[in-house]
């Protein structure tokens, strides 16, 4: 059982950054593809980023490439999302996940943590 605990939300103005991390444990962090996820108010939940388990394989929305950064830290089973020129629009509840295969289910998710860009 992979236990998933994301950190760094927050409220910030239109065009400042955050990063989000989320901590993992229980497993074998490596043999997880890893994924931020996130939810607005009355709208179903939406892929943001992709990492590979061993970071060589990423993809991104539409809506996030070019602004968005994920990566990972192996050695401290630590998931990163670094959030650039962030827009009201990004404003929800972002959580991390974990998959065994990089396309398949989602085996584990976080509780979430949630990111507000006012105006």
């Known amino acids: 059982q992979v236990q998933l605990d994301e950190s760094g939300g927050g409220l910030v103005q239109a065009g400042a950054s955050l990063r989000l991390s989320c901590a993992a444990s229980g497993g074998t962090f490596s043999h997880y593809a890893m994924n931020w996820f996130r939810q607005a108010p009355g709208k179903e939940r939406e892929f943001v980023a992709a990492?590979?388990?061993?970071?060589?394989?990423?993809h991104y929305a539409d809506s996030v490439k070019g602004r968005f950064t994920i990566s990972r830290d192996n050695a401290k089973n630590l998931l990163y999302l670094q959030m650039n020129n962030l827009k009201p629009e990004d404003t929800a509840v972002y959580y991390c996940?974990?998959?065994?295969?990089?396309?398949?289910?989602?085996?584990?998710w976080g509780q979430g943590t949630q990111v507000t860009v006012s105006s």
């Open positions: 990492i590979s388990g061993s970071g060589s394989s990423i």
């Open positions: 996940a974990a998959r065994t295969s990089y396309w398949g289910e989602v085996d584990f």
